[in-house]
C-alpha cells in the first residue's frame, strides 16, 4: 500500500517536472523561429513573368490589337464625314453611300457592344459616324432642294422612310420568328435560326450591312473622281484591312465578317487608287 502511494507520487512529480520544462523551453522555440521573409522570390517572380508572357497571344492573335485599329480606322470614317462636312461641297455626297453608311454604323455600334472581346472604342466612333452621316444627308438636301430638285428629294425621303419601317418591323417581329423557326426543327435551317452568328443577331446583319458598302461602291465603279471622298475612301480602305484579320478573332468568329471586308477593302482600294491617281499623279 505505502508503496503503490509512492509510486503515484513519483509518477505525478515526473510528470509536472516535464510538462514545467516544455513550458519553460515553448516560448525561446517561438521567439527563436525566423520569420518568413516579406520580399518577393526573383526566381518565382521571373517564372510568373515567363508564364503570363506565354498566355497573353502576340499582336497577330490579339483581338483587342486588331480591334484598336478597326477603331481608329472607324473614327477616320467619322472624322472624314465631319472634315467633308466643313470644306466639301454638297454635290460630293453620295446619295447612294450615305444612307447605307447610316445603317452600317447603327449596326456596328450595336455589335462593338455585345461582342467578345467589348470594343467600346469602336462602339463610340460609329454612335459618332451616324450623327455624322446624318449631317451629310441632311446637307445633300438642302442642295438638291436649293437647286429646285423637289421630287428627287421627295423620292428619297420616301424610299428612306418604307426603309425604316421594313427594318423596324423585322426587328419587333424577329425573336417571335426565330423561335419558331428553332421549335419546328428543321434540321440545318432550325440550327442556323439558332446560331449564335445566326440571322436574328446583329453578328449577321452588321456584316450584311458592310456588304451594302461593298456593293455601292461597286455600283460606282465609274464614278467621277471629283466626287471621290479621299479621306471617306482612305478610312474605308483601312477599315476593310483591319477588320480582315479582326473578324477571325472575335466571339463568336465571323467569316461573313471576315469576306465583306476582303471586298471591301478592294472596292475601296480601287477608288482610292483613281483618286490618287487623277488628281495627284496625272497632273
Not at 65 to 85: E, K, V
Request: charged share 15%; with cysteine; hydrophobic share 45%.
Amino acid at each position: 500500500m505505502l508503496l503503490s502511494r509512492a509510486l503515484s507520487r513519483a509518477a505525478t512529480s515526473g510528470t509536472r517536472a516535464v510538462l514545467a520544462r516544455a513550458s519553460q523551453r515553448a516560448p525561446r522555440r517561438l521567439l527563436s523561429k525566423r520569420p518568413r521573409s516579406t520580399r518577393p522570390d526573383p526566381e518565382r517572380f521571373e517564372s510568373a513573368k515567363e508564364a503570363a508572357a506565354i498566355g497573353k497571344p502576340g499582336w497577330w492573335s490579339s483581338a483587342e490589337f486588331w480591334g484598336g485599329l478597326g477603331a481608329l480606322a472607324g473614327w477616320g470614317m467619322t472624322g472624314a464625314a465631319i472634315y467633308d462636312a466643313q470644306f466639301s461641297s454638297p454635290e460630293a455626297i453620295s446619295m447612294t453611300m450615305t444612307p447605307v453608311m447610316i445603317v452600317y454604323s447603327s449596326l456596328f455600334c450595336r455589335w462593338a457592344v455585345i461582342v467578345k472581346p467589348q470594343n467600346l472604342a469602336l462602339a463610340a466612333c460609329h454612335g459618332s459616324n451616324v450623327l455624322a452621316q446624318l449631317n451629310q444627308m441632311r446637307r445633300a438636301i438642302e442642295h438638291k432642294t436649293s437647286q429646285g430638285k423637289d421630287e428627287e428629294v421627295q423620292d428619297i425621303l420616301m424610299k428612306s422612310g418604307v426603309g425604316a419601317a421594313g427594318l423596324a418591323g423585322l426587328v419587333a417581329a424577329g425573336p417571335t420568328l426565330q423561335s419558331a423557326l428553332v421549335a419546328a426543327n428543321l434540321g440545318p435551317v432550325s440550327s442556323f435560326a439558332g446560331a449564335a452568328a445566326g440571322p436574328f443577331t446583329v453578328h449577321f446583319w452588321a456584316p450584311m450591312s458592310k456588304w451594302l458598302i461593298s456593293g455601292a461602291s461597286m455600283m460606282e465603279l465609274d464614278r467621277p473622281i471629283e466626287k471621290i471622298s479621299l479621306a471617306q475612301y482612305t478610312a474605308l480602305t483601312a477599315t476593310g484591312l483591319f477588320f480582315s484579320r479582326y473578324a477571325l478573332l472575335v466571339s463568336p468568329v465571323n467569316y461573313m465578317l471576315c469576306s465583306v471586308n476582303v471586298a471591301l477593302f478592294s472596292s475601296s482600294a480601287w477608288h482610292l487608287g483613281r483618286k490618287v491617281k487623277g488628281e495627284f499623279l496625272d497632273e
